[in-house]
């Protein structure tokens, strides 16, 4: 078997476009060989590095060395100064913004997660080792106490009270499972982990079955995710071959496997009794609760579901030991939380950060400000269920409690950048229109309330809002709140209360000016020709579909704002910037 | 023992079984909260949102209709917050409902309805939009109307749980979620068995069964049609909860006066043409039994959506089947034959309807050619206990104040062994006060049989016959069926003895009385009170089995000459096929 002196990791951090790495891939194994370095550096297409929109980045360890924006010619120098005499090369180095912590992330970018051997060699597995040969199950839970995890997935409930139940409940088959439905809009991280470090999770799942008592657990992941779905279950089956899944786990009394199962898409089987059912073969709706699946779970015996993120912390919690975890974050948020940064701001990406972070530090001094250089006018975090915090607030601290005491949520980790550019009524009526097409249809206050309240944003972004429209947004979002069956519906109405809540003045020019202020709302926009400006070309004329720029060459054009049909074909087609959208 | 918790409800102080949930016991301090999806015979959907409460110490609110009262709660199950949110649900439902209920076959009958009028909602607080989705009265026997339904869930739960039918099922997600059977085909392709027990379940007028009442009134203004009428043994014992009776009150003899002042000719009773059943179908048993031509266990055939459901399901159980017609078919033909012939009425004339609690009856009227026995189509017309309900109303006749009157001879005399066939196990009950004498030659010294009365889905029980011992089971409900017939293909499979000498299925949980066209909101209770309704009629007859009614003995003399003879073959029995669960 050959040994490595040295690895290699790349990715394409410029999510937008196409992954360019394999020629990179190919290109660099090939300088490798004439180097005669072949033998020696292994190189890895890796699922994150911890750095974004940077074009290819290489990371070179053990050095610890990043370069980014590497260009294919860039590879005989990487290879000469930094490969063979470990030399940086500074023009290329980069470094990963500071203030991030990564726990989580700790191995994603940098080991080969389809190397299980690579994962051992950075103590993976000594956490479950640990747990198996020295400890009880009811000390598992006692240290998780003492790390006071909360869930990740986004209702922040205690891990070790999960476990604690099911573990309490005398049963003669338990299961574990590991919630892998991401499906936040824009959210990453779980993916990021499943793909960069699907040992760990698996790690986790282990040692959670061994403190409940289970023998079988589950993987829940999202179909729309194939790399992580092969990586998991290339991880699962390497962990068979070295005694790390199946019969007596490194010798020990304790047997547990592990099984994939694919989400076929729809959001809210990431809601406990919905991906239950769905497990089950069921039509994935939720049910009620109590029982709580710790109780009364898969095929009705008890299950405790974890999110991705969450397994991946515990190996860390063992490793570490519970005390030492708790040492980062807030008295009632303990870790570190990743975000999924996206939006309006200039480094978009994961970042993992401790909790008690403020929101600034994250978006200023590790995300860079906003990428327009504009404004920030609100952060947007918790994805659908939660709601936008204004600038105003940037200074509070990141946990569970404070985003809730400004009515928004942790959630899944979620975070969208807005600035001045953006409509909060128009962030609220996509949130909304997402939750509505995401509902499961079950219970009529989250079908019907959703769908009416997002027919009356509909209303008022196309400049037909009345001014009771919001109490009747208010009315219909509290009987959601308080009325419906799961957190999809409870929560499905926070991202229309939250902008009211802040930005009710906006919701009002909507309404009784018929004004979008952020001229987001193309309904509203209203086109004039400004005379002095305008060279008569008559482009506009040509372009309107509505015929409502009349005029000619000699007398010059006007809109009719009666027929225009507000498309801004005109806008875009005029070459002088004569025409003014208001 | 149960354990039990001590709560408060409102304040008050109350203990009930652990497990109890807050909308059970709520009503024991006198609160019944309102609810759209919770049907005391179905467990808990938690769909419609309506059972809101509000638990001390906590801010979320929790729904009455699933969630357990537990150990030192203490709820309030209103309050203007609670009841705010109600109305707005109400109020969510309606927007996406048509307000076409003036037109509606639920109309003053809807539980919907009910509730808007409740709660004071006389204007529309949310803009009206009603999903793109048409109705689908393909099955000839229920209509579905998918806008007109609320999602509760019920005629599902009842459908895929109770009836292990799975004709019915959510499509769709979100908004656009409907009810409708899988892959978006019709219900009469679908395996549906027309039992209605979704019609008898549905809150609003989503599932009704199809209203044929146009059809009696047209005859019944007809010259030429000479209209009889037969009554279900079920029917007496429901029709009176639309009126205002006290439960189960049997009410035979003001149905014979009612049918006449509607202007029927003769009024006959489904209970004589069970005691032919019984004639043939306990004949039936005592040749399998003795001759051993054919094979044991011996099932009954009298329910059409059983028998519906085994043509579907299980072919392989055909050979066990009674070939005996159920009693409205019999009497159906009876009427166009002997009734005929007898009273010198042209067969052609006769127009007969049956009134029955099953909305399955509407299908077996032209199940097969065999259905046409007389020459003529036996049976016209059937119509549900809920249908004959309005048809009193429309005629303005005052139900509860009518005279008793006798039905007509010569189809209507009965013995008690005819009028339990409404109940589950009263088939069985009363073939076997048959087949006794059939078998023996002597006479039972009692005739009940209370092993096979109450509500246990199968009952299984072994009756001593001159030595003998056979063994029956009475299944009811559909969803009960799998066992029964599981015992008997594993026996077979396996060479063994047969597990059952006689078999009775009823699709309906409880029998007909809890039959899919009987009136709304059954419940256990409900189905043990119609039951005790129709064994009291038993118990109250001087002659308890059917073999000694003087009229079925005159029938024989004078037409059929004897069980099993060619006539009786020819007009009374009939035959069965396996037909594909799905029609495509």
Same mark, same amino acid.
């Given at each position: ?23 990179? *891939? ?47 010619? %860039? ?102 499972? !590991? ?92 809601? =406990? ?18 029982? *709580? ?73 590790? !995300? ?32 569970? %409690? ?16 807005? %600035? ?19 509902? !499961? ?112 060459? =000699? ?14 074909? !005109? ?12 | ?89 109400? $109020? ?148 009176? $909860? ?254 063994? $003895? ?87």
């Amino acid at each position: 078997m050959a040994v490595y002196t040295k690895t290699v990791l790349l990715k394409d951090t410029n999510l937008a476009q196409e992954d360019r790495t394999r020629d990179f *891939y190919t290109t660099f194994l090939q300088k490798l060989g004439e180097s005669s370095l072949s033998e020696l550096v292994q190189v890895v297409r890796a699922a994150d590095v911890g750095v974004y929109n940077q074009g290819v980045v290489i990371k070179i360890m053990p050095d610890n060395i990043m370069y980014a924006q590497v260009k294919d010619s %860039d590879i005989p120098r990487i290879i000469d100064a930094t490969i063979k005499e470990g030399t940086p090369l500074a023009d290329l180095q980069v470094k990963r913004a500071g203030k991030q912590l990564r726990i989580v992330l700790r191995n994603c970018g940098t080991i080969d997660p389809e190397n299980i051997r690579d994962y051992i060699g950075v103590d993976g597995y000594l956490a479950l080792k640990k747990v198996l040969l020295e400890m009880t199950p009811e000390k598992v839970i006692e240290e998780m106490k003492k790390s006071g995890l909360r869930g990740r997935g986004g209702a922040g409930f205690p891990t070790w009270m999960k476990w604690k139940f099911a573990r309490a409940v005398a049963a003669d088959e338990k299961y574990v499972i !590991c919630n892998g439905d991401e499906g936040d809009p824009g959210a990453y991280m779980d993916r990021s982990v499943l793909e960069g470090d699907p040992h760990s999770v698996i790690e986790g799942m282990v040692i959670a079955g061994f403190a409940i008592g289970a023998a079988k657990g589950y993987f829940y992941i999202r179909a729309e995710y194939p790399l992580a779905v092969e990586r998991i279950q290339k991880a699962i089956e390497d962990a068979r071959s070295c005694g790390l899944l199946g019969k007596n786990i490194l010798g020990s009394h304790f047997s547990f496997d592990l099984e994939v199962r694919l989400g076929a898409g729809a959001f809210v089987c990431g809601e =406990e009794t919905a991906l239950i059912a769905s497990i089950e073969g069921k039509r994935g709706t939720p049910r009620p609760r109590p029982p *709580y699946p710790s109780v009364k779970g898969l095929w009705g015996k008890p299950t405790v579901i974890n999110n991705v993120e969450t397994l991946a912390n515990i190996p860390y919690i063992f490793l570490k030991g519970g005390d030492h975890f708790a040492k980062v974050g807030t008295a009632t948020s303990k870790g570190t939380k990743v975000f999924a940064v996206t939006g309006k701001v200039r480094n978009s990406g994961l970042v993992e950060v401790p909790m008690g972070i403020t929101l600034r530090e994250i978006v200023y001094d590790i !995300c860079g400000g906003t990428s327009s250089g504009k404004q920030l006018k609100a952060v947007q975090t918790g994805g659908p269920s939660g709601g936008v915090i204004p600038a105003e607030y940037l200074d509070t601290p990141v946990d569970y %409690d404070n985003l809730q005491k400004l009515g928004s949520i942790m959630g899944s980790g979620g975070m969208i950048i807005m %600035d001045e550019d953006d409509c909060l009524v128009d962030i609220a009526k996509f949130y909304l229109g997402f939750c509505v097409e995401e509902s !499961c249809g079950k219970c009529s206050p989250c079908r019907i309330g959703g769908t009416q309240m997002l027919r009356v944003l509909e209303r008022i972004t196309e400049g037909k809002g009345r001014i009771e429209d919001l109490a009747m947004l208010k009315r219909i979002a509290f009987a959601m709140q308080k009325a419906s069956l799961c957190a999809l519906g409870q929560t499905a109405a926070n991202p229309v209360l939250s902008t009211i809540r802040y930005f009710e003045a906006e919701y009002k020019e909507h309404i009784l000016n018929k004004k979008c202020p952020s001229h987001k709302c193309s309904k509203l926009a209203s086109y004039t020709i400004i005379q002095d400006k305008c060279k008569k070309c008559g482009m506009c004329q040509k372009q309107c579909p509505a015929g409502a720029i009349p005029g000619s060459r =000699e007398d010059g054009y006007t809109i009719k704002q009666d027929k225009c049909v507000k498309c801004g074909q !005109c806008f875009e087609a005029c070459k002088f910037k004569a025409i003014l959208k208001e | 023992m149960p354990k039990v918790v001590k709560a408060k409800i409102n304040g008050i102080l109350l203990r009930v079984a652990e497990g109890t949930t807050i909308l059970e016991a709520a009503r024991s301090v006198q609160i019944k909260i309102p609810t759209l999806c919770k049907h005391p015979d179905l467990p808990a959907s938690a769909a419609c949102g309506i059972c809101i409460v509000k638990a001390k110490g906590s801010n979320k609110m929790l729904r009455a209709c699933c969630t357990p009262l537990e150990e030192g709660m203490e709820i309030i199950t209103h309050d203007p917050e609670i009841v705010e949110i109600r109305r707005t649900v109400i $109020e969510l439902i309606l927007s996406n409902h048509p307000n076409d209920c003036l037109k509606c076959g639920r109309n003053n009958n809807c539980e919907l309805q009910k509730l808007t009028a409740d709660f004071g909602i006389t204007e529309e607080q949310f803009p009206q939009f009603l999903r793109d989705l048409p109705k689908d009265s393909s099955t000839g026997t229920i209509v579905l109307d998918p806008q007109k339904c609320i999602l509760c869930g019920r005629c599902v739960e009842v459908c895929q749980n109770n009836q292990d039918v799975w004709a019915l099922s959510f499509l769709d997600r979100g908004i656009k979620t409907h009810i409708s059977p899988a892959g978006q085909i019709q219900l009469g392709e679908s395996p549906c068995v027309r039992c209605g027990q979704c019609s008898a379940h549905c809150p609003t007028g989503a599932i009704v069964e199809k209203d044929e009442t146009g059809k009696v009134w047209e005859a019944l203004r007809s010259e030429d049609k000479y209209c009889v009428v037969q009554i279900a043994p079920a029917v007496r014992v429901a029709i009176g $909860e639309a009126f205002g009776f006290p439960m189960g009150a049997n009410l035979t003899k003001k149905l014979y006066a009612l049918l006449r002042r509607l202007g029927f000719k003769a009024v006959f009773d489904t209970s004589f043409s069970a005691d032919v059943t019984i004639m043939e179908e306990a004949s039936e048993f005592e040749e399998r039994l003795l001759s051993g031509k054919k094979p044991l266990p011996l099932i009954t055939s009298c329910c059409p959506s059983w028998v519906d459901f085994m043509e579907k399901f299980h072919p392989d159980m055909i050979e066990h089947f009674s070939s005996c017609k159920s009693p409205h078919e019999i009497l159906g033909v009876l009427s166009k034959t002997y009734y005929a012939k007898k009273n010198n009425i042209d067969p052609a004339k006769i127009f007969n309807v049956s009134i029955m609690p099953c909305t399955a009856k509407k299908y077996e009227i032209t199940r097969s050619d065999e259905m046409f026995a007389s020459g003529y189509q036996d049976v016209d017309v059937s119509l549900t206990t809920r249908e004959l309900a309005r048809m009193i109303k429309q005629a303005g006749i005052d139900f509860t104040t009518l005279p008793d009157e006798e039905c007509d001879s010569i189809l209507g005399e009965y013995a008690g062994a005819g009028v339990i066939f409404g109940a589950t196990g009263g088939v069985m009950e009363a073939a076997l006060r048959s087949a006794y004498n059939f078998i023996t030659g002597k006479e039972l010294g009692t005739v009940e049989f209370e092993n096979v009365r109450g509500l246990k889905g199968v009952k299984e029980s072994e009756v001593d016959v001159d030595g003998k011992k056979i063994k029956i089971a009475v299944a009811h409900g559909l969803g009960n069926v799998e066992y029964v017939l599981g015992r008997i293909r594993q026996a077979k499979a396996q060479g063994k $003895e047969m597990p059952y000498h006689f078999v009775e299925v009823m699709a309906c949980p409880g029998g007909c009385v809890g039959g899919g066209g009987q009136p709304y909101m059954v419940t256990d209770e409900l189905r043990i009170k119609r039951a005790e309704g129709l064994y009291q009629d038993d118990s109250d007859k001087q002659i308890r089995c059917s073999h000694q009614n003087p009229y079925i003995k005159r029938l024989y003399e004078e037409f059929l000459e004897k069980p099993l003879s060619e006539r009786s073959e020819k007009l009374l029995h009939t035959h069965y096929k396996g037909r594909p669960v799905y029609r495509r």
